[in-house]
Every structure is written in structure tokens, then in C-alpha cells.
């Protein structure tokens, strides 16, 4: 999830009749389909849920302000985890973890070789909306947002292997 900021929304330009300013603050966040080819801006306030965004430029009208002031505010109301987790930064395994991974790939046994073949491979993983590359039941790297840029990952690590 790909979290665009915090936002207060001003009041006069809020059009549903502001009864509790707690509904003014929100969390916005980028969306699309599974496949990347179409994305689009969402938000979620702790009165009304989720809500997408019609236009981007909406967020002029909006102070931008920061997580914990988003916190402070609605505090002792609930907000989805995900909204609050910082944008999960991929992290890359080091030269030598690698090499130890494509040995053991190597070194494994046929019925291992046979269910998940000899190499490891971008997969799109549903449960996490993202790229990963991984063998078998394996997660390496994670945190790929498109197939190329995973694709890209696995080639610089085969080129400084070989």
C-alpha cells in the first residue's frame, strides 16, 4: 500500500455537513488493479470508512499534516493498521546470502527440483499485493510494486553472480 500523506480537510469546502471535526481528518492512499495497469487515489476517515478520491486536484483544498497529528486527532477512534505502517521499504539480501540461496537451490534434491523446478522466480504474491522473488514456499525479496522492477532485481543479482 502506497500511502500518499495525512490530510485535514477544510470545512468549508467539506460538502456532507461536518458534525464532528474528527470526520475532517484523513489518510490517503494509492490504489489500482492488480496488475498496475490503472491506479487511482482512495481515502479513509474514521466517521465515513473508505472513499475514493474523484479528483487529485481535491487535495489542494486539504493542510497536509503529519502521521501523528492524523494520530492525536483521532485518537480513541480506530484506524486500519495499514493506514499507519510507514511504507514498507524493500531490503535487499546481501551478495553472500545470495550465493548461498542459488547453492542450496543447486544442492537440492530431485523431488524439491521436480515441484519447484531449479531457479528462483518473480511471482506475484495476492496476499500482499506484491512482487517478490522467491522459490518454492520461499520469500527472498519482497516489496517489488512492479514485475519489471523484481525482474530487474533478479538480473543484477544473476549479472553479479556470474
Not at 5 to 15: A, C, H, L, Q
Not at 122 to 148: A, H, N, P, Q, R
Request: net charge negative; glycine share 6%; charged share 35%.
Amino acid at each position: 500500500m502506497n500511502i500518499i500523506g495525512y490530510y485535514k480537510e477544510s470545512p468549508i469546502i467539506n460538502e456532507s455537513g461536518v458534525q464532528d471535526e474528527k470526520q475532517l481528518y484523513i489518510v490517503v492512499f494509492e490504489n489500482g488493479t492488480k496488475d498496475g495497469s490503472k491506479t487511482w487515489l482512495e481515502g479513509y476517515n474514521i466517521m465515513q470508512g473508505h472513499f475514493e478520491l474523484k479528483d487529485e486536484a481535491y487535495l489542494i483544498s486539504c493542510e497536509k499534516i503529519t502521521k501523528d497529528e492524523y494520530m492525536q486527532a483521532t485518537k480513541g477512534y480506530f484506524t486500519p493498521l495499514e493506514y499507519l505502517e510507514e511504507n514498507k521499504e524493500m531490503k535487499k539480501q546481501p551478495i553472500e546470502t545470495w550465493k548461498n540461496i542459488f547453492r542450496n537451490i543447486q544442492e537440492s534434491d530431485s523431488d524439491t527440483k521436480e515441484e519447484f523446478g531449479d531457479f528462483v522466480e518473480v511471482i506475484w504474491l495476492d496476499s500482499t499485493d506484491e512482487w517478490i522473488l522467491g522459490y518454492g514456499y520461499e520469500v527472498f525479496e519482497d516489496g517489488f510494486k512492479t514485475e519489471k522492477e523484481a525482474r530487474d532485481r533478479l538480473n543484477e543479482i544473476e549479472k553479479l553472480l556470474n
